[in-house]
């Protein structure tokens, strides 16, 4: 497995732009490890195909060659009137439960009250939830160890899609990964797109003319649509899913990705923590019920939380028809980046 940072109490520079958020690992001794191991199969895991699920991801970490003992503690939000934890996995419904997570930990009132909580303030990185990285080791071990343990899961390639859907299209309102990734990432791959035209920070400019470049010049009308519509990509930083996957190879390289798509086995470790329910994300509605209900149990029937089932934006045909848009050489070290999140998790 790959891991941004396996120190404890270092900060992540992947997460520095936007999110100014503080990574928190923890390795875990031989004796922790056992602990978690250790733990029965909880009563939500003991029907299929939960039990089935649970078995094959068991049997497959012990399979596996490069385990580690590596937690983050920062990715891990209790509650302890619940007495849950939850390893958050960005682009796997974690807007979602991060707002379920908001309501039962009390910070609303009322479900009417929920459904105009802005879900900014639940992101990981405004520190409003707890998380076990604000405890010592033995209170986050005995959390992991005696409540009730989860995280979602979501076909690797799905979820890569969606963060890019989500971050560097014109879906996404915002601009925070456009000018802080997007744009970088279409100035760094410009040299095959540009005609030789000079790739500097005043193209950024929607004031700067193109027609002032002595280079541009030159070109002919089709090059010069060429340069025209790629400096549209550069100032908007909206890039088209071939430069994000070229980045996402870059990235990792250079350990430093950021956690929209982070490997998930990266993010949570399930083979060190041995997770006592796992959501997978292709039954978010049924498998998300199944845990609310568990959680809510004891709760006036007009208080408990559902999940209506909601169409994803991120299809299996849409990610097939991504994926056809990779060289074989990208395709391949994509396949190699989260290898281990298609042979535990179960995806092919």
Same mark, same amino acid.
């Given at each position: 497995?790959?891991?941004?940072?396996?120190?404890?109490?270092?900060?992540?520079?992947?997460?520095?732009?936007?999110?100014?958020?503080?990574?928190?690992?923890?390795?875990?001794?031989?004796?922790?490890?056992?602990?978690? *191991?250790?733990?029965?199969? @909880? =009563?939500?895991?003991?029907?299929?195909?939960?039990?089935?699920?649970?078995?094959?991801?068991?049997?497959?970490?012990?399979?596996?060659?490069?385990?580690?003992?590596?937690?983050?503690?920062?990715?891990?939000?209790?509650?302890?009137?619940?007495?849950?934890?939850?390893?958050?996995?960005?682009?796997?419904?974690?807007?979602?439960?991060?707002?379920?997570?908001?309501?039962?930990?009390?910070?609303?009132?009322?479900? *009417? =009250?929920?459904? @105009?909580?802005?879900?900014?303030?639940?992101?990981?990185?405004?520190?409003?939830?707890?998380?076990?990285?604000?405890?010592?080791?033995?209170?986050?071990?005995?959390?992991?160890?005696?409540?009730?343990?989860?995280?979602?899961?979501?076909?690797?390639?799905?979820?890569?899609?969606?963060? @890019?859907?989500?971050?560097?299209?014109?879906?996404?309102?915002?601009?925070?990964?456009?000018?802080?990734?997007?744009?970088?990432?279409?100035?760094?791959?410009?040299?095959?797109?540009? @005609?030789?035209?000079?790739?500097?920070?005043?193209?950024?400019?929607?004031?700067?003319?193109?027609?002032?470049?002595?280079?541009?010049?030159?070109?002919?009308?089709?090059?010069?649509?060429?340069?025209? =519509?790629?400096?549209?990509?550069?100032?908007?930083?909206?890039?088209?899913?071939?430069?994000?996957?070229?980045?996402?190879?870059?990235?990792?390289?250079?350990?430093?990705?950021?956690?929209?798509?982070?490997?998930?086995?990266?993010?949570?470790?399930?083979?060190?923590?041995?997770?006592?329910?796992?959501?997978?994300?292709?039954?978010?509605?049924?498998?998300?019920?199944?845990?609310?209900?568990?959680?809510?149990?004891? *709760?006036?029937? =007009?208080?408990?939380?559902?999940?209506?089932?909601?169409?994803?934006?991120?299809?299996?045909?849409?990610?097939?028809?991504?994926?056809?848009?990779?060289?074989?050489?990208?395709?391949?070290?994509?396949?190699?980046?989260?290898?281990?999140?298609?042979?535990?998790?179960?995806?092919?």
């Amino acid at each position: 497995m790959k891991f941004t940072d396996s120190t404890t109490n270092k900060t992540s520079k992947a997460e520095e732009k936007p999110n100014k958020y503080k990574v928190v690992w923890q390795k875990l001794s031989s004796q922790e490890r056992q602990l978690l *191991e250790a733990k029965p199969v @909880h =009563e939500l895991s003991k029907g299929e195909p939960y039990l089935g699920r649970k078995q094959a991801m068991q049997k497959k970490c012990r399979q596996l060659s490069n385990a580690n003992n590596d937690i983050e503690l920062s990715r891990m939000i209790y509650d302890d009137k619940h007495k849950f934890v939850m390893c958050e996995v960005p682009k796997a419904a974690s807007t979602t439960w991060r707002k379920f997570v908001w309501f039962l930990l009390g910070k609303v009132k009322t479900k *009417e =009250e929920l459904r @105009h909580v802005n879900q900014s303030i639940t992101i990981l990185n405004r520190g409003n939830l707890p998380t076990l990285a604000s405890l010592n080791i033995s209170e986050a071990m005995k959390r992991l160890s005696t409540y009730t343990t989860f995280f979602a899961m979501r076909h690797p390639f799905d979820r890569l899609v969606s963060a @890019h859907d989500s971050k560097f299209t014109s879906r996404d309102r915002g601009v925070t990964y456009k000018m802080n990734f997007g744009r970088r990432i279409a100035i760094n791959q410009a040299k095959n797109h540009m @005609h030789g035209v000079p790739v500097n920070n005043k193209l950024t400019s929607r004031d700067f003319n193109l027609e002032n470049i002595p280079e541009y010049q030159k070109l002919n009308d089709v090059e010069k649509t060429d340069v025209a =519509e790629y400096v549209k990509i550069i100032r908007s930083g909206e890039i088209p899913f071939q430069q994000f996957a070229k980045y996402v190879v870059y990235q990792q390289q250079a350990t430093n990705m950021d956690a929209h798509w982070r490997p998930q086995m990266s993010l949570c470790n399930p083979c060190a923590v041995n997770y006592d329910f796992v959501i997978k994300f292709e039954d978010l509605s049924t498998d998300s019920n199944r845990l609310l209900e568990y959680l809510q149990r004891g *709760e006036p029937e =007009e208080r408990k939380l559902s999940l209506k089932l909601i169409p994803s934006r991120v299809t299996n045909k849409k990610t097939t028809q991504q994926m056809k848009t990779l060289d074989s050489s990208t395709k391949q070290q994509l396949e190699k980046i989260y290898g281990d999140d298609f042979a535990i998790l179960g995806y092919n």
